[in-house]
């Protein structure tokens, strides 16, 4: 069964920072792109950012462009959403996505999903 797992998420006060995961099983994340969705109460699900399998870089949020840094660790088969000077507008259900063929900025168009992280930034 192909499942992705999103972890990290929690509390954190304004200007922390957090890391969420996305794990994968069942398949190999190495030839997939990987993006990170999110969508707080009330709004639309947005993009954040994705990273392709070469490891190319699309942002797709000009909000967390200097504090959210992508990355993936193939041999864990896991990516990375850094996410640093978090602020409350950041408060939402992260979710990351997985492609065969490249980074899409429409969440609908990837083909797996995983359930989300809460992040909520409070003081």
């Known amino acids: 069964q192909l499942q992705l797992v999103e972890s990290g998420g929690g509390l954190v006060q304004p200007g922390g920072s957090l890391r969420l995961s996305c794990a994968a099983s069942g398949f190999t994340l190495d030839y997939y792109a990987i993006g990170w969705f999110r969508q707080a109460p009330g709004k639309e699900r947005e993009g954040v950012s994705c990273i392709s399998s070469a490891g190319g870089i699309l942002n797709f949020a000009d909000s967390v462009k200097g504090r959210f840094t992508i990355s993936r660790d193939n041999a864990k088969n896991t990516v990375y959403l850094q996410m640093n000077s978090l602020k409350p507008e950041d408060t939402a259900i992260y979710y990351c996505?997985?492609?065969?063929?490249?980074?899409?900025?429409?969440?609908?168009?990837?083909?797996?999903w995983g359930q989300g992280t809460q992040v909520t930034v409070s003081s």
């Open positions: 996505a997985a492609d065969p063929l490249a980074c899409y900025y429409q969440f609908r168009d990837y083909d797996y």
